[in-house]
Nanobody
Framework: QVQLVESGGGLVQAGGSLRLSCAASERIYRLAHMAWYRQAPGKLRELVAVKTSDGATNYADSVNGRFTVSRNYAKNMVYLQMNSLKPDDTAVYYC?????????WGQGTQVTVSS
């Protein structure tokens, strides 16, 4: 069982920046991937960015060039730096980790972007 705790959400004006953090309960190098998802009201949860254990990173088209995923192995942390935020980025953001067919989720952190 892997526990994930997100933090860093909040209210920001359009064009602003936020950095989300995800703290994992075990060594992140043991995980096949770590990813960020988001779910806006009335919409399905969607993938924002995923970083695999071999270092590959993929972003949703809607955030490519604005969001950046990074890792800190020493702290077992994964970050999502979000720049040039838009009102459409408003959602609950979730951290996700996977290994050996298992998947774990954090509780989510709310990001609200005002116009």
């Amino acid at each position: 069982q892997v526990q994930l705790v997100e933090s860093g959400g909040g209210l920001v004006q359009a064009g602003g920046s936020l950095r989300l953090s995800c703290a994992a309960s075990e060594r992140i190098y043991r995980l096949a991937h770590m990813a960020w998802y988001r779910q806006a009201p009335g919409k399905l949860r969607e993938l924002v960015a995923v970083k695999t254990s071999d270092g590959a990173t993929n972003y949703a088209d809607s955030v490519n060039g604005r969001f950046t995923v990074s890792r800190n192995y020493a702290k077992n942390m994964v970050y999502l730096q979000m720049n040039s935020l838009k009102p459409d980025d408003t959602a609950v953001y979730y951290c996700n980790a996977a290994r050996s067919g298992n998947s774990w989720w954090g509780q989510g952190t709310q990001v609200t972007v005002s116009s």
